[in-house]
């Protein structure tokens, strides 16, 4: 199936820092998303981005699908942007499960005061 | 509007016995999504419901089971529960079967 990579893992800011987050998917796909999960496990919708470019606020989103990843920036970071942001894909073709999003394992970011 | 709400938010189950987590997606939204995330990794797919009919089935073993209703809210079902199905379990609405989905605040189920 499908393999969702984010990098990194762990990423730590001083409030006011600029960042940028990568996802890289092994094959085509239908549907792209990020997410931002916080410390009480809602997730949160960022951005819906299969292809192009998109903005909201301090957050911008670069999907190019045909060399499969995504990058998420965030600028000017904040206190209240620490969480766990996870990018989820749903395959293009994926026989009797369309529909379904497939996740990467997440970057844990801390922004520090 | 409303956004997809879940019910119960915490639940403690003993090894053995049967849980039922209930979800309600937003207004106009047909299709639910179950997915299941254990400490430290991404949300894991169970099942995808469309229009009250199963349209997508992650590897869960067949102690897990769903049905959606004709208001389109949703049941998760899990019998015989193992300590390894202690996680949060994460409802998604959608308008269709592949479009934006939408999550709710969870259920944090702990087997003992």
């Known amino acids: 199936g499908i393999q969702v990579e984010q990098s990194p893992p762990d990423l730590i800011l001083q409030e006011g820092a600029n960042s940028t987050l990568r996802c890289n998917f092994s094959d085509s796909v239908n549907n792209l998303q990020w997410f931002h999960q916080n410390p009480w496990g809602q997730l949160i919708n960022l951005f819906y981005i299969p292809s192009g470019t998109k903005q909201n606020g301090r957050l911008s989103a670069t999907t190019v699908a045909t060399e499969r990843y995504s990058l998420l920036y965030i600028s000017s970071s904040q206190t209240t942007d620490s969480g766990v942001y996870f990018c989820a894909v749903e395959p293009l073709n994926y026989g009797g499960s369309q529909g379904n999003l497939i996740f990467g394992k997440g970057t844990k970011l801390s922004v520090k005061p | 509007d409303a956004g997809v709400t879940q019910s119960p938010t915490h639940l403690i189950k003993t090894r053995g016995q049967h849980v039922t987590l209930r979800c309600s997606p937003i207004?106009?939204?047909?299709?639910v999504s179950w997915y299941q995330q254990v400490l430290g990794q991404g949300p894991q797919f169970i099942f995808q419901?469309?229009?009250?009919?199963?349209?997508g089935r992650g590897n869960f073993p067949d102690r897990f089971s769903a049905r959606q209703f004709p208001n389109y809210s949703s049941e998760l079902n899990v019998n015989a529960l193992l300590l390894g199905d202690s996680a949060l379990y994460l409802c998604?609405?959608?308008?269709?079967?592949?479009?934006?989905?939408?999550f709710g605040p969870g259920t944090r189920l702990t087997v003992t």
């Open positions: 207004s106009g939204h047909k299709s």
């Open positions: 419901y469309y229009e009250k009919e199963e349209r």
């Open positions: 998604a609405s959608s308008f269709g079967r592949r479009y934006e989905q939408y």
